[in-house]
């Protein structure tokens, strides 16, 4: 099956730095999905991006599909963004059903 | 739209208990899927669902069962719980079409002792 893998496993920053997080896939892929797991466990959507650039707010994300892999930009970081950030790609079609196949996450905090 | 909801949201069991957790949807999405997170890593596929009366295992369905009895809910089945199923359980849903983006609900909290 297709892998996951994201650097760096761990980021320390202080408020107010930016961050880039990185995530490579080992297949082709249609999509990928960032996530963000805040410390309360919940799961958040952060950008649906099979390809191209996207921007909401501070964050930002790049997919690169043709050289599998995607980055997902922190500016100006906030207590607030601490927690693990997930991507995650889905299988297309077949038996796959489009589920999805997580990395192992980067976890991130930010100190103030 | 609540989106995707959750029920319950922590649970205790002991060792060979029983309990049913239960996911609902107001999107009307066709797909829905349950996972399970453990310490330290990411979310693995349980069993999941295409369609209202149809289920498929996933890569993880060993000691679970599940229903979608309606298109709304999925519910999954522990007949009998083992600590090793202590972990956190998730339920996502999609449309069928064009998008393969996935609906998160809050997650359910369960521990066997």
């Known amino acids: 099956g297709i892998q996951v893998e994201q650097s760096p496993p761990d980021l320390i920053l202080q408020e107010g730095a930016n961050s880039t997080l990185r995530c490579n896939f080992s297949?082709?892929?249609?999509?990928l999905q960032w996530f963000h797991q805040n410390p309360w466990g919940q799961l958040i959507n952060l950008f649906y991006?099979?390809?191209g650039t996207k921007q909401n707010g501070r964050l930002s994300a790049t997919t690169v599909a043709t050289e599998r892999y995607s980055l997902l930009y922190i500016s100006s970081s906030q207590t607030t963004d601490s927690g693990v950030y997930f991507c995650?790609?889905?299988?297309?079609?077949?038996?796959?059903?489009?589920?999805?196949?997580f990395g192992q996450g980067t976890i991130l905090t930010v100190h103030p | 739209n609540a989106g995707v909801t959750q029920t319950p949201k922590f649970r205790v069991l002991k060792t060979g208990q029983s309990m049913t957790l239960l996911c609902a949807q107001d999107?009307?999405?066709?797909?829905m899927y349950w996972y399970r997170q453990d310490p330290g890593m990411g979310l693995r596929l349980i069993h999941y669902?295409?369609?209202?009366?149809?289920?498929a295992k996933g890569e993880v369905p060993d000691g679970y069962n599940v229903s979608r009895l309606k298109k709304q809910n999925f519910l999954l089945g522990l007949e009998s719980a083992a600590p090793s199923q202590t972990s956190v359980y998730f339920c996502?849903?999609?449309?069928?079409?064009?998008?393969?983006?996935?609906?998160f609900g809050p997650g359910t909290r369960l521990t066997v002792t």
């Open positions: 996502a849903s999609r449309r069928l079409a064009d998008s393969y983006e996935q609906y």
């Open positions: 669902s295409v369609g209202e009366g149809t289920t």
């Open positions: 999107m009307n999405h066709e797909y």
């Open positions: 991006i099979p390809s």
């Open positions: 297949d082709s892929v249609n999509n």
């Open positions: 995650a790609v889905p299988g297309a079609g077949g038996t796959s059903y489009g589920k999805l196949t």
